[in-house]
C-alpha cells in the first residue's frame, strides 16, 4: 500500500509545489471541469497552473505535471470576495504510475488577494457580460442589489437572486484567488505532511516574520530530511515545532496514517463493514463527499483494512472534473467524486449501478448492490469492532451530525465516556458504560440480533485505556497518540478476520508443477487454488461470501504473490507479516482441519502492537538536521505579509552535495528497480523475469490502474475505451472458459472421468459474476442512463419497439419462432414445440412477483436464457437491432465494436454445451406453468378406455398432488409452485367402466418457462387382469436434450433417433419378450448399477442426480435384480404369466410355515427370514394398487434403503422354492455367481439412501 525503498532510505520528500494562477497567461476558463456558463463569473472554474516546483526533476520518481496540477487543484482556480469564507483546506491525493507504483501527495489550499489589475478587470468584464446575458433570459427583478451582495455562499436564498447579485464590483470588493503549496513524497506521512503546510502556511500569514527565510524550511524538508527506516521513528522541526513520524517494522501491520475514527465517525459500523464487503467482492464504489479529504482518507481506510489483500483495479479516489466521463468504465473501481454540497444524489447521473456501491460520505448514508452476501461473523465482528470505538469514545453508529460539529461533538461524548484518570476521573466501571451502550440504538439492535447466536452483550468490556501507565513519556500530543491507538485496534481486528479465515490456506496452494518461466506463460490457465476443498472445510454460514471473494482478482494476486515467492527472503512483506500471524494461529489452536467451526475468535494482537507504536514514540530513534541559514544573497527571503513568496529557485534546485544518505548515483536501472520495490513496500526483485511478472501480475485482471491524468484529447479517450473493450472481451473469456471447465469437469464426472470440483454454491458465483460482467458490458458507454440495469433496460427498449411495429403493421418474424420444420423429439406424437422468443422470456420474468427490481429481472433473464441454452441467440437478436443499439449507445461502446462483440457472442454460444439449472434451482418458490401429454399405444385402442384417470408429478422441490385428469383428453397445462428437475410420474385410474383397461405408452411433462422436457416410458398396461394387474404404476423420467443446438447450425440431416429401448423400459408386456442376457451380461449390468449408486454419493450433496434414476431408471438397479430373477425362471404353462412377485410370495410363505414347524436354523437366518416376510407383507397390504412388478420394484428400493439386499440373495439362493422354479443353469443357482452378486451389493451398505415419496408411499415400515 506504501512505497518507499528499504535498500537506500530516501528522502522524506521528492518536491515541493506551487499550484495557482499564472498572470501571464490569465483567466482561462476550464471547460473540462464542467461548469456552465449560467455560473456566476465567481462561482466558474478556471485552469490552474503548475507555479513552480522543487527540485526540477529527481530521476527516481519523475515529475507529472498533469496529475499534479489535476490533484493538487481537482476543481480547477476559485475565486472568492471579502464577503466569502476563506478558510485554509488541506487534502492529499495519490498518483498511481503505469507500473502500479505510487506517489502521495499533500496539498494546501488558501486563498490570496489578487493584486493583477489585469485579472480584476477581466473579472469585472466577464460581470457585466453576465449581467447583460442574465437580463436577456430573465425579466429585471426589482433593484435591491446591497441587501444580496454579501450572501455570496449562502445556498439557501433563491438562487436567480444570488446569480444576478452575488456579483463584484472592482471599485467596492476586493478580489482573492486559491493558491495551493504542496509536498510530493514517496510514502504516507499523512499528518507530518499536514503539518508542515500547515505550519509553512502560517509562516505567510502571521504579523511575525519566521525565526528563517521560508527556503531554508523547504530546503530542510526537501533535502535534510530522510524518510524514516521501518520500525523507526523520526523528529525534525517545522517552522514552529517539532514534527514526529513513525514507520512500522517489516513484522508489523504496513504504514496507513489517516484517522480510522473519522471513517467510523461519518459512516458508523455497519456501514462501514458493509462497503468493506463490497470493496473485498470487487464491486465498483463511488464515494461521494464535498471534502477531498473525507474522500481519501475513507478510500485509504477501506483499502488498509484489508490487509493482506490488496485493490488491483482502478483506484482513483479523488477523481478530477475532467475524468468523469471514466465513471462508465466497465471494470471495478474504486472513485472518489467531489460533489459541490447544492446537488442531492438524484442529479447524480451515473452510468451504471447493477453492481455499483455507492457512499454519500457526508450523508451518512450508502446504497448497496444487490444480494450482496453477509461477511462471515458480521454481528460478532461488528461487536467487537463497536467495543473499541465505545472506548474511545465514539458512537458506534456514528455521528450523523459529525460534519458541521464534530468539535462540540468531541468535548461533549469523550470526556464522559472515556476512563481518563489522569483528569482525576473516577474510573469507569464496566457498569456505567453497559449503561450508556443501552442507550445506544445499534447495540440495542445488535443485542437483539446478538442473543439469537447466544452472545451475551451484558458481558461488553469497554476496554480500559493502556495509556495510562505513566511509566512512558509519549512525545507526540494526546489526540495524536490516540489516533495511532485506535488506528492500530481496528486494523488489528480487522487483519485477525482474515488470519482466522485462511488459516491454513497454504494446505489449498497449488504449487505450478512446471519451473516459474513457463508456469508464467500459462498461468492464465492455471488453477492456482483448490476452491472446492477449501470451500468444503468452510461452516456453511460463510460460503456464499467466501465463493465469491476466492474468485476476486485481489485474491488470485494474493495465491500468486505466495507461489512466486517460495522462500524466506524474497517473500513480499505483506505476506511475510500475514504467513507469521498465520503461523501464530496454527500453534495457538491446533485444531482439526476438518472440524470446522463458525467460533469468533476475537483478536488477540492488539496491546503487542500497541506497545511497539508506543515505545517508538516513547524513544524518538532519529532526529533531522535542524533548518539552518542557506546561501542566499542579500535581500533574497523577504516578503509581504499574506502572500506566498516566489521562492528563490537557485538555492532550492539542488541538495546537499555530501549528505551521508543523499548519495544518488546510483545507475537510473537500480531507481526503477528501486520505485518497484517501493510498490509493496519493498518487494525484492532479483531478476528482470520477477519485475516483468509483477507487471504482468498486475495486468492480468486489469489493464488500466488510473486514468491517465493528462489533457484529455478524443484520441486518449478512444485509447482508454479500447483498452477497456479488449479487457471485456479478455474477461469474457476467463470467464465462460472457467464456467465450461466446472461444468465439463462435472460433466466428465458423472461419466466416469475426472474429479469433481464445483459445488452449488460456487456454480451460483461463478454466474453472478458472468451477470455482473454482462451488466459492465452493457453499461459501457451509454449514451443516456435509465433504471439501474442497462441490460434491463436495453430488453425494454426492444419490447417497447417490437410492440410498436406490431401495432404498426411492419411486423418482421425474424427470429421469433424456431424454424418451421422444427423436428419432433421423437417420431410419435409430440407436444407441439415451445416458440423460441426473447420476448416471451421476458413476459415470464416480469411476471414472477418475487423479483421487484430491474437488476434482478436482468439477472433472472440471464438464469433462464442459460438454461434454456439460448443466451448466446438471445443476445444476438437483441443486438440485431441495430438502431436502437446507434440510439442507446456512443460509438465507442462495446457493443458497437462488430469484432469483439461477435467473438463475444461465439464464447458465450459455448455454454450451450453444458446443461444448467441456475433458473430452476434458484427460483424454487416461483408458480410454474406445466404441460402434460399422455401418449396411449396406438395399437390397442385407448379410445374405449372408460376410467377416470389421474397423475400425479414428483420434482427434486416437492411434487403436485394428485391430479385428475378429464376422460379422452391426453393434452393439459396445469400451474404450481416448481417442482424442480423432475423424476418420477405416478400414473394411475380408478377401474370404473366397463373397459377399465389402458396401454400407456409413455407420458411427457414439459416446465413452459424453462422448456425443459421429461419424458417417462411406460409401455405397460394399467388394469385388473392385465399385465400384472397394476392400476398404477410410477414411471422414472428423464430429460430430454433439446434441439436448440442442432438449429443453431442451420444443419439438415435427420437427428438421431433415441434407441427404441427407451419405450419399453423395464419388465415389459410380458417377460418372456425381454431379451435373454447371458450371465456375464446380467453380472456387468448389476455392476454398473451399483456403481452409479455409489458414484453418486461421492459428488458433493448439491450435485447429485437423480438417485430415482439409479434405482428404477432403465439400467437401474431394479432392472438389473429383475434380469437375475429371471435368468433361468421356468417358462410358465400358455396363457399364464408367472411373476416374479409369485416366486417371492412362495419363499414367503415357506420361510413361514418353517418358522411355525420350529425347525430352527441358526439365529441369524432367522432374522433374515423374518425380515423378508416382513417386507413382503408390508407391500402386499398397501392400499395402493400397485401390480406385481411395481411391488418388486417397492421391494428392491426398501431393500436397499435398509441395506438388507445381499440377505436375502442369500436367503433366496438357498431356498427350495428356487429349486422348483427355476432350471440348473439359472443365476441364482450358481454359487459363485451368487457370492460375487452378494459381494458387489454389499458395497451399498456404507451409504445412507433415502426415497423418494413417491417410492414408497403407503408403507410404513
Same mark, same amino acid.
Given at each position: 500500500?506504501?512505497?518507499?525503498?528499504?535498500?537506500?532510505?530516501?528522502?522524506?520528500?521528492?518536491?515541493?509545489?506551487?499550484?495557482?494562477?499564472?498572470?501571464?497567461?490569465?483567466?482561462?476558463?476550464?471547460?473540462?471541469?464542467?461548469?456552465?456558463?449560467?455560473?456566476?463569473?465567481?462561482?466558474?472554474?478556471f485552469?490552474?497552473?503548475?507555479?513552480?516546483?522543487?527540485?526540477?526533476?529527481?530521476?527516481?520518481?519523475?515529475?507529472?505535471?498533469?496529475?499534479?496540477?489535476?490533484?493538487?487543484?481537482?476543481?480547477g482556480?476559485?475565486?472568492?470576495?471579502?464577503?466569502?469564507?476563506?478558510?485554509?483546506?488541506?487534502?492529499?491525493?495519490?498518483?498511481?504510475?503505469?507500473?502500479?507504483?505510487?506517489?502521495?501527495?499533500?496539498?494546501?489550499?488558501f486563498?490570496?488577494?489578487?493584486?493583477?489589475?489585469?485579472?480584476?478587470?477581466?473579472?469585472?468584464?466577464?460581470?457585466?457580460?453576465?449581467?447583460?446575458?442574465?437580463?436577456?433570459?430573465?425579466?429585471?427583478?426589482?433593484?435591491?442589489?446591497?441587501?444580496?451582495?454579501?450572501?455570496?455562499?449562502?445556498?439557501?436564498?433563491?438562487?436567480?437572486?444570488?446569480q444576478r447579485?452575488?456579483?463584484?464590483?472592482?471599485?467596492?470588493?476586493?478580489?482573492?484567488?486559491?493558491?495551493?503549496?504542496?509536498?510530493?513524497?514517496?510514502?504516507?506521512?499523512?499528518?507530518?505532511?499536514?503539518?508542515?503546510?500547515?505550519?509553512?502556511?502560517?509562516?505567510?500569514?502571521?504579523?511575525?516574520?519566521?525565526?528563517?527565510?521560508?527556503?531554508?524550511?523547504?530546503?530542510?524538508?526537501?533535502?535534510?530530511?530522510?524518510l524514516?527506516?521501518?520500525?523507526?521513528?523520526?523528529?525534525f522541526?517545522?517552522?514552529?515545532?517539532?514534527?514526529?513520524?513513525?514507520?512500522?517494522?517489516?513484522?508489523?501491520?504496513?504504514?496507513?496514517?489517516?484517522?480510522?475514527?473519522?471513517?467510523?465517525?461519518?459512516?458508523?459500523?455497519?456501514?462501514?463493514?458493509?462497503?468493506?464487503?463490497?470493496?473485498?467482492?470487487?464491486?465498483?464504489?463511488?464515494?461521494?463527499?464535498?471534502?477531498?479529504?473525507?474522500?481519501?482518507?475513507?478510500?485509504?481506510?477501506?483499502?488498509?483494512?484489508?490487509?493482506?489483500?490488496?485493490?488491483?483495479?482502478?483506484?482513483?479516489?479523488?477523481?478530477?472534473?475532467?475524468?468523469?466521463h471514466?465513471?462508465?468504465?466497465?471494470?471495478?473501481y474504486?472513485?472518489?467524486?467531489?460533489?459541490?454540497?447544492?446537488?442531492?444524489?438524484?442529479?447524480?447521473?451515473?452510468?451504471?449501478?447493477?453492481?455499483?456501491?455507492?457512499?454519500?460520505?457526508?450523508?451518512?448514508?450508502?446504497?448497496?448492490?444487490?444480494?450482496?452476501?453477509?461477511?462471515?461473523?458480521k454481528?460478532?465482528?461488528?461487536?467487537e469492532?463497536?467495543?473499541?470505538?465505545?472506548?474511545?469514545?465514539?458512537?458506534?453508529?456514528?455521528?450523523?451530525?459529525?460534519?458541521?460539529?464534530?468539535?462540540?461533538?468531541?468535548?461533549?461524548?469523550?470526556c464522559?465516556?472515556?476512563?481518563?484518570?489522569?483528569?482525576?476521573?473516577?474510573?469507569?466501571?464496566?457498569?456505567?458504560?453497559?449503561?450508556?451502550l443501552?442507550?445506544?440504538?445499534?447495540?440495542?439492535?445488535?443485542?437483539?440480533?446478538?442473543?439469537?447466536?447466544?452472545?451475551?452483550?451484558?458481558?461488553?468490556?469497554?476496554?480500559?485505556e493502556?495509556?495510562?501507565?505513566?511509566?512512558?513519556?509519549?512525545?507526540?500530543?494526546?489526540?495524536?497518540?490516540?489516533?495511532?491507538?485506535?488506528?492500530?485496534?481496528?486494523?488489528?481486528?480487522?487483519?485477525?478476520?482474515?488470519?482466522?479465515m485462511?488459516?491454513?490456506?497454504?494446505?489449498?496452494?497449488?504449487?505450478?508443477?512446471?519451473?516459474k518461466?513457463?508456469?508464467?506463460?500459462?498461468?492464465?490457465?492455471?488453477?492456482?487454488?483448490?476452491?472446492?476443498?477449501?470451500?468444503?472445510?468452510?461452516?456453511?454460514?460463510?460460503?456464499?461470501?467466501?465463493?465469491?471473494?476466492?474468485?476476486?482478482?485481489?485474491?488470485?494476486?494474493?495465491?500468486?504473490?505466495?507461489?512466486?515467492?517460495?522462500?524466506?527472503?524474497?517473500?513480499?512483506?505483506?505476506?511475510?507479516?500475514?504467513?507469521?500471524?498465520?503461523?501464530?494461529?496454527?500453534?495457538?489452536n491446533?485444531?482439526?482441519?476438518?472440524l470446522?467451526?463458525?467460533?469468533?475468535q476475537?483478536?488477540?494482537?492488539?496491546?503487542?502492537?500497541?506497545?511497539?507504536?508506543?515505545?517508538?514514540?516513547?524513544?524518538?530513534?532519529?532526529?533531522?538536521?535542524?533548518?539552518?541559514?542557506?546561501?542566499?544573497k542579500?535581500?533574497?527571503?523577504?516578503?509581504?505579509?499574506?502572500?506566498?513568496?516566489?521562492?528563490?529557485?537557485?538555492?532550492l534546485?539542488?541538495?546537499?552535495?555530501?549528505?551521508?544518505?543523499?548519495?544518488?548515483?546510483?545507475?537510473?536501472?537500480?531507481?526503477?528497480?528501486?520505485?518497484?520495490?517501493?510498490?509493496?513496500?519493498h518487494?525484492?526483485?532479483?531478476?528482470?523475469?520477477?519485475?516483468?511478472?509483477?507487471?504482468?501480475?498486475?495486468?492480468?485482471?486489469?489493464?488500466?490502474?488510473?486514468?491517465?491524468?493528462?489533457?484529455?484529447?478524443?484520441s486518449?479517450?478512444?485509447?482508454?475505451?479500447?483498452?477497456?473493450?479488449?479487457?471485456?472481451?479478455?474477461?469474457?473469456?476467463?470467464?465462460?472458459?472457467?464456467?465450461?471447465?466446472?461444468?465439463?469437469?462435472r460433466?466428465?464426472?458423472?461419466?466416469?472421468h475426472?474429479?469433481?470440483?464445483?459445488?452449488?454454491?460456487?456454480?451460483?458465483?461463478?454466474?453472478?459474476?458472468?451477470?455482473?460482467?454482462?451488466?459492465?458490458?452493457?453499461?459501457?458507454?451509454l449514451?443516456?442512463?435509465?433504471?439501474?440495469?442497462?441490460?434491463?433496460?436495453?430488453?425494454?427498449?426492444?419490447?417497447e419497439?417490437?410492440?410498436?411495429?406490431?401495432?404498426?403493421?411492419?411486423?418482421?418474424?425474424?427470429?421469433?419462432l424456431?424454424?418451421?420444420?422444427?423436428?419432433?423429439?421423437?417420431?410419435?406424437?409430440?407436444m407441439?414445440?415451445?416458440?423460441?422468443?426473447?420476448?416471451?422470456?421476458?413476459?415470464?420474468?416480469?411476471?414472477?412477483?418475487?423479483?421487484?427490481?430491474?437488476?434482478?429481472?436482468?439477472?433472472?433473464?440471464?438464469?433462464?436464457?442459460?438454461? &434454456?441454452?439460448?443466451?448466446? $441467440?438471445? +443476445?444476438?437478436?437483441?443486438?440485431? =437491432?441495430?438502431? @436502437?443499439?446507434?440510439? %442507446?449507445?456512443?460509438?465507442?461502446a462495446?457493443?458497437?465494436?462488430?469484432?469483439?462483440?461477435?467473438?463475444?457472442?461465439?464464447?458465450?454460444?459455448?455454454?450451450?454445451?453444458?446443461?444448467?439449472?441456475?433458473?430452476?434451482?434458484?427460483?424454487?418458490?416461483?408458480?410454474?406453468?406445466?404441460?402434460?401429454l399422455?401418449?396411449?399405444?396406438?395399437?390397442?385402442?385407448?379410445?374405449?378406455?372408460?376410467?377416470?384417470?389421474?397423475?400425479?408429478?414428483?420434482?427434486?422441490?416437492?411434487?403436485?398432488?394428485?391430479?385428475?385428469?378429464p376422460?379422452?383428453?391426453?393434452?393439459?397445462?396445469?400451474?404450481?409452485?416448481?417442482?424442480?428437475?423432475?423424476?418420477?410420474?405416478?400414473?394411475?385410474?380408478?377401474?370404473?367402466?366397463?373397459?377399465?383397461?389402458?396401454?400407456?405408452?409413455?407420458?411427457?411433462?414439459?416446465?413452459?418457462?424453462?422448456?425443459?422436457?421429461? &419424458?417417462?416410458?411406460?409401455? $405397460?398396461? +394399467?388394469?385388473?387382469?392385465?399385465? =400384472?394387474?397394476? @392400476?398404477?404404476?410410477? %414411471?422414472?423420467?428423464?430429460?430430454?436434450?433439446?434441439?436448440?443446438?442442432?438449429?443453431?447450425?442451420?444443419?439438415?440431416?435427420?437427428?438421431?433417433?433415441?434407441?427404441?429401448?427407451?419405450?419399453?423400459?423395464?419388465?415389459?408386456?410380458?417377460?418372456?419378450?425381454?431379451?435373454?442376457?447371458?450371465?456375464?451380461?446380467?453380472?456387468?449390468?448389476?455392476?454398473?448399477?451399483?456403481?452409479?449408486?455409489?458414484?453418486?454419493?461421492?459428488?458433493?450433496?448439491?450435485?447429485r442426480?437423480?438417485?430415482?434414476?439409479?434405482?428404477?431408471?432403465?439400467?437401474?438397479?431394479?432392472?438389473?435384480?429383475?434380469?437375475?430373477?429371471?435368468?433361468?425362471?421356468?417358462?410358465?404353462?400358455?396363457?399364464?404369466?408367472?411373476?416374479?412377485?409369485?416366486?417371492?410370495?412362495?419363499a414367503?410363505t415357506?420361510?413361514?410355515?418353517?418358522?411355525q414347524?420350529?425347525?430352527?436354523?441358526?439365529?441369524?437366518?432367522?432374522?433374515?427370514?423374518?425380515?423378508?416376510?416382513?417386507?413382503?407383507?408390508?407391500?402386499?397390504?398397501?392400499?395402493?394398487?400397485?401390480?406385481?412388478?411395481g411391488?418388486?420394484?417397492?421391494?428392491?428400493?426398501?431393500?436397499?434403503?435398509?441395506?438388507?439386499?445381499?440377505?436375502?440373495?442369500?436367503?433366496?439362493?438357498?431356498?427350495?422354492?428356487?429349486?422348483?422354479?427355476?432350471?440348473?443353469?439359472?443365476?441364482?443357482?450358481?454359487?459363485t455367481?451368487?457370492?460375487?452378486?452378494?459381494?458387489?451389493?454389499?458395497?451399498?451398505q456404507?451409504?445412507?439412501?433415502?426415497?423418494?415419496?413417491s417410492?414408497?408411499?403407503?408403507?410404513?415400515?
Amino acid at each position: 500500500m506504501s512505497g518507499g525503498g528499504s535498500s537506500a532510505p530516501g528522502r522524506f520528500a521528492d518536491y515541493f509545489v506551487i499550484c495557482g494562477l499564472d498572470t501571464e497567461t490569465g483567466l482561462e476558463p476550464d471547460e473540462l471541469s464542467g461548469e456552465n456558463f449560467e455560473q456566476t463569473p465567481l462561482r466558474r472554474t478556471f485552469k490552474s497552473k503548475v507555479l513552480a516546483r522543487y527540485p526540477e526533476n529527481v530521476e527516481w520518481s519523475p515529475f507529472d505535471q498533469d496529475a499534479v496540477g489535476m490533484l493538487c487543484m481537482p476543481k480547477g482556480l476559485a475565486f472568492k470576495t471579502q464577503a466569502d469564507c476563506r478558510e485554509p483546506q488541506f487534502h492529499s491525493f495519490i498518483i498511481t504510475r503505469e507500473d502500479g507504483s505510487r506517489t502521495f501527495g499533500f496539498s494546501l489550499t488558501f486563498f490570496e488577494e489578487v493584486t493583477s489589475k489585469q485579472i480584476c478587470s477581466a473579472m469585472q468584464t466577464l460581470y457585466h457580460m453576465h449581467n447583460a446575458e442574465y437580463d436577456i433570459l430573465h425579466s429585471p427583478p426589482s433593484n435591491d442589489k446591497e441587501s444580496c451582495s454579501s450572501t455570496g455562499d449562502c445556498n439557501g436564498t433563491s438562487v436567480s437572486k444570488l446569480q444576478r447579485f452575488n456579483s463584484y464590483d472592482i471599485s467596492r470588493d476586493t478580489l482573492y484567488v486559491s493558491k495551493c503549496i504542496c509536498l510530493i513524497t514517496p510514502m504516507s506521512f499523512m499528518k507530518a505532511c499536514k503539518k508542515v503546510l500547515e505550519q509553512l502556511h502560517q509562516a505567510v500569514t502571521s504579523p511575525q516574520p519566521p525565526p528563517l527565510p521560508l527556503e531554508s524550511y523547504i530546503y530542510n524538508i526537501l533535502y535534510e530530511v530522510p524518510l524514516p527506516p521501518a520500525g523507526r521513528s523520526l523528529k525534525f522541526s517545522g517552522v514552529y515545532g517539532p514534527i514526529i513520524c513513525q514507520r512500522p517494522s517489516t513484522n508489523e501491520l504496513p504504514l496507513f496514517d489517516f484517522p480510522v475514527k473519522e471513517v467510523f465517525e461519518l459512516l458508523g459500523v455497519e456501514n462501514v463493514v458493509q462497503l468493506f464487503t463490497c470493496a473485498l467482492l470487487e464491486f465498483q464504489i463511488l464515494l461521494y463527499s464535498q471534502h477531498y479529504q473525507r474522500l481519501m482518507t475513507v478510500a485509504e481506510t477501506i483499502t488498509a483494512l484489508m490487509f493482506p489483500f490488496q485493490w488491483q483495479h482502478v483506484y482513483v479516489p479523488i477523481l478530477p472534473a475532467s475524468l468523469l466521463h471514466f465513471l462508465d468504465a466497465p471494470v471495478p473501481y474504486l472513485m472518489g467524486l467531489h460533489s459541490n454540497g447544492l446537488d442531492d444524489r438524484s442529479k447524480l447521473e451515473l452510468p451504471q449501478e447493477a453492481n455499483l456501491c455507492f457512499v454519500d460520505v457526508d450523508n451518512h448514508f450508502i446504497e448497496l448492490p444487490e444480494d450482496l452476501p453477509q461477511f462471515p461473523n458480521k454481528l460478532e465482528f461488528i461487536q467487537e469492532i463497536s467495543e473499541i470505538l465505545m472506548a474511545f469514545g465514539i458512537p458506534p453508529e456514528g455521528n450523523l451530525h459529525c460534519s458541521e460539529s464534530a468539535s462540540k461533538m468531541k468535548s461533549l461524548r469523550a470526556c464522559d465516556l472515556v476512563s481518563d484518570k489522569r483528569n482525576g476521573n473516577i474510573a469507569g466501571s464496566p457498569l456505567n458504560s453497559y449503561e450508556l451502550l443501552k442507550e445506544n440504538e445499534t447495540i440495542a439492535r445488535l443485542q437483539a440480533l446478538v442473543k439469537r447466536t447466544g452472545v451475551s452483550l451484558e458481558k461488553l468490556e469497554v476496554r480500559e485505556e493502556t495509556s495510562s501507565k505513566k511509566d512512558l513519556k509519549i512525545q507526540c500530543d494526546e489526540e495524536e497518540f490516540k489516533i495511532y491507538q485506535l488506528n492500530i485496534q481496528i486494523r488489528e481486528v480487522f487483519a485477525n478476520r482474515f488470519t482466522q479465515m485462511f488459516a491454513d490456506y497454504e494446505v489449498f496452494v497449488i504449487q505450478p508443477s512446471q519451473d516459474k518461466e513457463s508456469w508464467f506463460t500459462n498461468r492464465e490457465q492455471m488453477q492456482n487454488f483448490d476452491k472446492a476443498s477449501f470451500l468444503s472445510d468452510q461452516p456453511e454460514p460463510y460460503l456464499p461470501f467466501l465463493s465469491r471473494f476466492l474468485e476476486t482478482q485481489m485474491f488470485a494476486s494474493f495465491i500468486d504473490n505466495k507461489i512466486m515467492c517460495h522462500d524466506e527472503d524474497d517473500k513480499d512483506p505483506v505476506l511475510r507479516v500475514f504467513d507469521s500471524r498465520v503461523d501464530k494461529i496454527r500453534l495457538l489452536n491446533v485444531r482439526t482441519p476438518t472440524l470446522r467451526t463458525s467460533m469468533y475468535q476475537k483478536c488477540t494482537t492488539i496491546d503487542e502492537a500497541e506497545k511497539s507504536i508506543e515505545l517508538r514514540l516513547a524513544k524518538i530513534d532519529h532526529t533531522a538536521v535542524h533548518p539552518h541559514l542557506l546561501d542566499m544573497k542579500i535581500g533574497q527571503g523577504k516578503y509581504e505579509l499574506g502572500f506566498f513568496p516566489k521562492l528563490q529557485s537557485d538555492v532550492l534546485s539542488t541538495g546537499p552535495a555530501s549528505n551521508k544518505w543523499t548519495k544518488r548515483n546510483a545507475p537510473a536501472q537500480w531507481r526503477r528497480k528501486d520505485r518497484q520495490k517501493q510498490h509493496t513496500e519493498h518487494l525484492r526483485l532479483d531478476n528482470d523475469q520477477r519485475e516483468k511478472y509483477i507487471q504482468e501480475a498486475r495486468n492480468l485482471g486489469s489493464t488500466i490502474r488510473q486514468p491517465k491524468l493528462s489533457n484529455l484529447s478524443p484520441s486518449v479517450i478512444a485509447q482508454t475505451n479500447w483498452k477497456f473493450v479488449e479487457g471485456l472481451l479478455k474477461e469474457c473469456r476467463n470467464k465462460t472458459k472457467r464456467m465450461l471447465v466446472e461444468k465439463m469437469g462435472r460433466e466428465a464426472v458423472e461419466l466416469g472421468h475426472g474429479e469433481v470440483n464445483i459445488t452449488g454454491v460456487e456454480e451460483n458465483t461463478l454466474i453472478a459474476s458472468l451477470c455482473d460482467l454482462l451488466e459492465r458490458i452493457w453499461s459501457h458507454g451509454l449514451q443516456v442512463k435509465q433504471g439501474k440495469s442497462a441490460l434491463w433496460s436495453h430488453l425494454l427498449h426492444y419490447l417497447e419497439n417490437r410492440q410498436r411495429r406490431t401495432t404498426s403493421g411492419s411486423f418482421s418474424t425474424s427470429g421469433i419462432l424456431l424454424d418451421s420444420e422444427r423436428r419432433k423429439s421423437d417420431t410419435s406424437p409430440a407436444m407441439s414445440p415451445l416458440r423460441i422468443s426473447l420476448i416471451q422470456d421476458m413476459r415470464h420474468i416480469q411476471n414472477i412477483s418475487e423479483i421487484k427490481t430491474d437488476v434482478g429481472k436482468a439477472r433472472a433473464w440471464v438464469r433462464l436464457s442459460m438454461e &434454456k441454452k439460448l443466451l448466446s $441467440r438471445h +443476445l444476438k437478436q437483441l443486438l440485431s =437491432d441495430h438502431e @436502437l443499439t446507434k440510439k %442507446l449507445y456512443k460509438r465507442y461502446a462495446f457493443l458497437r465494436c462488430d469484432d469483439e462483440k461477435e467473438q463475444f457472442l461465439y464464447h458465450l454460444l459455448s455454454f450451450n454445451a453444458v446443461d444448467y439449472f441456475c433458473f430452476t434451482n434458484v427460483f424454487t418458490t416461483i408458480l410454474i406453468p406445466y404441460h402434460i401429454l399422455i401418449v396411449p399405444s396406438k395399437k390397442l385402442g385407448g379410445s374405449m378406455f372408460t376410467a377416470n384417470p389421474w397423475i400425479c408429478i414428483s420434482g427434486e422441490l416437492g411434487e403436485t398432488g394428485v391430479l385428475q385428469i378429464p376422460r379422452n383428453i391426453l393434452e393439459m397445462t396445469f400451474e404450481c409452485q416448481n417442482l424442480g428437475k423432475l423424476t418420477t410420474v405416478q400414473i394411475g385410474h380408478d377401474n370404473s367402466g366397463l373397459y377399465a383397461k389402458w396401454l400407456v405408452e409413455y407420458v411427457m411433462v414439459r416446465n413452459e418457462i424453462t422448456g425443459h422436457t421429461y &419424458k417417462f416410458p411406460c409401455g $405397460r398396461w +394399467l388394469g385388473k387382469g392385465m399385465d =400384472d394387474g397394476s @392400476l398404477e404404476r410410477i %414411471l422414472v423420467g428423464e430429460l430430454l436434450t433439446s434441439h436448440t443446438e442442432a438449429d443453431e447450425r442451420q444443419c439438415r440431416t435427420p437427428p438421431l433417433q433415441q434407441s427404441p429401448s427407451m419405450i419399453r423400459r423395464f419388465v415389459t408386456i410380458s417377460p418372456n419378450n425381454k431379451p435373454k442376457l447371458n450371465t456375464g451380461q446380467i453380472q456387468e449390468a448389476i455392476g454398473e448399477a451399483v456403481n452409479g449408486i455409489v458414484k453418486h454419493f461421492h459428488k458433493p450433496e448439491k450435485e447429485r442426480g437423480s438417485l430415482t434414476l439409479l434405482l428404477c431408471g432403465e439400467s437401474g438397479l431394479v432392472s438389473a435384480l429383475e434380469q437375475v430373477f429371471q435368468h433361468g425362471f421356468k417358462s410358465p404353462r400358455l396363457f399364464k404369466n408367472v411373476f416374479i412377485w409369485d416366486f417371492l410370495e412362495k419363499a414367503q410363505t415357506y420361510y413361514e410355515t418353517l418358522e411355525q414347524s420350529e425347525m430352527v436354523p441358526e439365529e441369524n437366518w432367522q432374522t433374515r427370514a423374518r425380515n423378508f416376510c416382513r417386507f413382503i407383507t408390508a407391500i402386499n397390504n398397501t392400499p395402493r394398487n400397485i401390480g406385481k412388478d411395481g411391488k418388486f420394484q417397492m421391494l428392491v428400493c426398501l431393500g436397499a434403503r435398509d441395506h438388507l439386499l445381499h440377505h436375502w440373495i442369500a436367503l433366496l439362493a438357498d431356498c427350495p422354492i428356487t429349486a422348483q422354479m427355476y432350471e440348473d443353469m439359472a443365476l441364482i443357482k450358481d454359487h459363485t455367481l451368487v457370492n460375487s452378486l452378494i459381494r458387489v451389493l454389499q458395497t451399498l451398505q456404507e451409504f445412507n439412501i433415502t426415497l423418494e415419496a413417491s417410492l414408497v408411499k403407503g408403507i410404513d415400515i
